[in-house]
Each structure stands twice: as C-alpha cells, then as structure tokens.
C-alpha cells in the first residue's frame, strides 16, 4: 500500500483492514496520533485525508492507496491554531490536543472567522478531561 504521508510516499506492509492509526504509529513511527476510544467519538485520533478531518481509529489504510494523508507531526511550522493554543496556554496533558488541532485547522480552512457557537459546535466531537474547553475557544478566536 502506497501512502503520501505529510508529503513524503510511504510504502506500509498492513493488511488492508488494519486501522491508519495503527499503521501510522505502529509502522510508521508517527505517534502524534493518539488511539484513545477505538471507536471514532473522541477526536483524539484525528488527522487529514485529502484535506478532511477523519478518525484514523475507523479508517482501514485498504481505503486510501495513493491518498495525501496529514497528522499532526505535518505542520511544520506550527499551524495557526497549534500557535494559537501555545500562545494562549490551552493545552494540559496533551492526548486530545493533535486531534483537536486537526479538527480546528478543518474549520477554519471552511469557515475562516468561525463564531463562539461554532468553535464549540465543531469541538463537539473531540472529547478533552483536562481543559473545559475555555482557553481552546478563547485561542480560536484570537
């Protein structure tokens, strides 16, 4: 299976149902992406395929032969919304914080100056024990 991962071709040697987020820690040394829930409803697996924001813990890498895949460790510089939050002291423990970032980049690459509601709204699907959310609304915005 061929992957482009933060633009660089990758070859993986996976069966074709094996979980991205395994492969992209197991295999490819990558482990930006934290496998939290293995379900897909906490966020903290989150990177980009071709652009959009999916949860690596439910995407079998048989799906994506030849696709642009992006985790955290592909923002190099720090992204707007990485900077952001280390500017404005938003993470703690940081397990949720690549999927957070990847999931906030995705909004904002839609909708540029995103309300408080929508901040909120699109957070819905990253789940965080440490923060309460405030100082991650609060970096967005700014």
Do not use: W
């Not at 992209?24 to 482990?31: F, P, Y």
């Not at 510089?77 to 999927?99: I, R, T």
């Not at 100056?113 to 405030?134: F, K, M, W």
Request: proline share 6%; net charge negative.
């Amino acid at each position: 299976m061929r992957l482009i991962v933060n633009g660089v071709e990758r070859t993986v040697h996976a069966p074709p149902m094996t979980a991205l987020g395994a492969v992209l820690r197991d295999e490819l040394a990558l482990t930006g992406t934290k496998l939290v829930c293995g379900e897909g409803f906490c966020g903290a697996c989150l990177v980009e395929v071709d652009d959009a924001a999916v949860p690596s813990c439910q995407v079998p890498i048989g799906l994506l032969d030849g696709r642009q895949v992006r985790t955290i460790e592909g923002y190099v510089p720090l992204s707007p919304v990485q900077q952001a939050f280390k500017d404005n002291d938003a993470v703690q423990c940081g397990m949720c914080f690549p999927g957070m970032a990847i999931s906030l980049t995705a909004l904002l690459r839609e909708n540029p100056q995103p309300s408080e509601e929508d901040v909120r709204a699109h957070l819905s699907g990253n789940i965080c024990r440490c923060t309460g959310y405030q100082r991650i609304v609060e970096a967005v915005a700014r």
